[in-house]
Structure formats: C-alpha cells, structure tokens
C-alpha cells in the first residue's frame, strides 16, 4: 500500500515493517522483537546516552527527507558516545507519530537511522512507537569504552591545550541558508546531516585527552561545560561568529596535555589557564550557543 499510514497500518504493522528494514551485528545477542534487546558489553561497562528530535525545533520535513533525519538524530547520540571515547555498539529509537504520518516515512528515516549508524558498527537493536500530535524521534545511543577510562567534561588542567577534530559552522551557515529559501547546496546538506568525527573520539582518548565534549549547542557553549566541570578558564582563539557560536555540527572538542603530539586532523583552538570557571576569545568576554530555553 503505497499511500499506508501509521493509522492503516497500525502500531504493529508499523513495528514489523521497520524490523525487515534492520541487520545485526555479532555484539547483537537478542536483536529487535522481544520485550528488550540483548547486546553484548565485553568491557563490562556500557556509555548510554540520550537525544529528543521535535518537528518544528530540531527539523522540518518540507526542509528534510526523513532519510536525511534518520541520519541525524543517529548522529546526535553517536556523537555523544564519541565524546566519551568511546565506540558506539547499538541504537534504540522511540518514535512519536501522528496517526496520518506516512508509512513511507517511517521506513525512510529506519533507513536513515540504520546507514549512519552502520557508520560506526551500532546497529539499530529496538525502540517503541506510540501516537503523539507531534513528531517526535528519540535516538538512545549505547557505546563501549574498550577497556578505557571515559573522557569526561571535569578533567582539564591548566596548561592544556584546547583542540578541535571535525568542522564548525557549516550546519548553522547552512540553517541560515535554508530559512533564506535555498534547498540545495553543501552547506544545506551539512545541516540536514551532520558528519561527526566519531573515530576521534577514541583516537583522543588514546592520545590523553585530559576532557572532551561534543559541539551540538556552539563551541563557546560547549567549551564552557569543559571550564565549569574542570573549575578552569579556557581562551579560544579568535573566529569567526558561526565558528564560535553555531550548533549541531557535532564536531568535537577536548583539552590535552600541551606537550602531546596532536593526532591527524586535530588542530589547536584555545589554551586552559588556571582563573575563573569562564570561557573568553581572545582574552575578551564570550558567550553565545543555543538554549533551548532561553
């Protein structure tokens, strides 16, 4: 039925056809089916992780394929887990969906959700669906460390150097580009999807990487978690404004020893000094970033 919907089809109908859309993975022991997946955890440990996509705030789909959201609300989530140094190993996604929502749709943004993650070897293992008014997509990433310690936001030190792996300000330039009318273009697509380095998360982890954290709400945002968990100040160097301040790039950023040999495709953008927990460009006062609720 080329016109289904959610309604003719109905929850299960739905479920069952999203399941013919998903593969497995070896670290995949009980995959989508059951009441809950079984997935295997060698290090003994498991990074879980979690991002809300609503139509409307984080998508519009006379702007988006549902391939392309597909793509990037696995995106948001895996990059989280990167962030931590770890690998991802496994998706789980809740879909809220209008009754009139194509069936179409749904299997688009499967397949959407399904190739990003194949990205990174963490296959799409089970979820839910239930009826909303809204569309929403809620994307719960889980991730193995490898027998690492987790990077995380508290453990830069002064003398540190801040560096970035990944591009900023191409999904915010291409939002803009979007809200002015145009539909085609690279930087158009690099906001419908994002392309985190998710490799470098463990790369930098295995380099030292003293904290990090993923770019989705600005760098002088996101930079100014590492500075308040870490008690420390952080100057960024000077940039331009969507360099600074644009989101859901989903780059990431982390501190290391100064004396560390930078990884390929690592560059620095800042230094940590001892002083306030604040986050300045150039030495002047920063701020900028998303907030959902300011």
């Known amino acids: 039925m080329a016109d289904a919907t959610a309604r003719s089809v109905g929850e299960f109908g739905l479920i069952a056809r999203v399941i013919d859309r998903l593969a497995g993975s070896p670290q995949v022991l009980l995959g989508p089916g059951d009441d809950a997946a079984v997935v295997a955890a060698p290090d003994g440990r498991v990074v879980a992780t979690i991002d809300v996509l609503v139509e409307g705030v984080h998508f519009r789909r006379d702007w988006s394929t549902a391939y392309d959201v597909g793509r990037k609300a696995a995106a948001a989530s895996l990059a989280d887990v990167a962030a ?7 998706l789980l996604v809740g879909l809220a969906s209008p009754p009139d929502l194509p069936v179409a749709w749904s299997l688009e943004l499967t397949d959407g959700l399904r190739d990003e993650a194949k990205l990174v070897g963490a296959p799409v293992v089970g979820g839910d669906v239930v009826r909303s008014e809204t569309l929403v997509i809620s994307v719960t990433a889980l991730g193995d460390l490898e027998g690492r310690e987790p990077v995380t936001r508290a453990g830069a030190q002064a003398g540190d150097v801040v560096v970035l792996a990944g591009e900023l300000g191409r999904s915010a330039a291409g939002l803009g580009l979007l809200e002015a009318g145009a539909r085609e273009g690279a930087l158009v697509d690099a906001h ?38 870490s008690n ?63």
Request: overall charge negative; glycine content about 12%; aromatic content about 4%.
């Open 192 to 229: 419908r999807r994002p392309t985190p380095p998710y490799a470098m998360g463990p790369v930098l982890a295995i380099a030292g990487a003293t904290s990090m954290c993923d770019v989705s709400d600005g760098l002088v945002a996101d930079v100014g978690h590492i500075a308040r968990a």
């Open 84 to 90: 931590m140094g770890a690998r991802g190993t496994a």
């Open 232 to 294: 420390v100040h952080v100057d960024l160097d000077a940039a331009d404004e969507l360099f600074l301040t644009g989101g859901e790039d989903h780059a990431l950023v982390a501190t290391l020893p100064a004396d560390t040999a930078l990884p390929a495709g690592v560059r620095v953008v800042g230094r940590v000094t001892a002083g306030d927990a604040v986050v300045t460009v150039a030495g002047q006062p920063a701020a900028g970033g998303w907030d959902h609720f300011a």
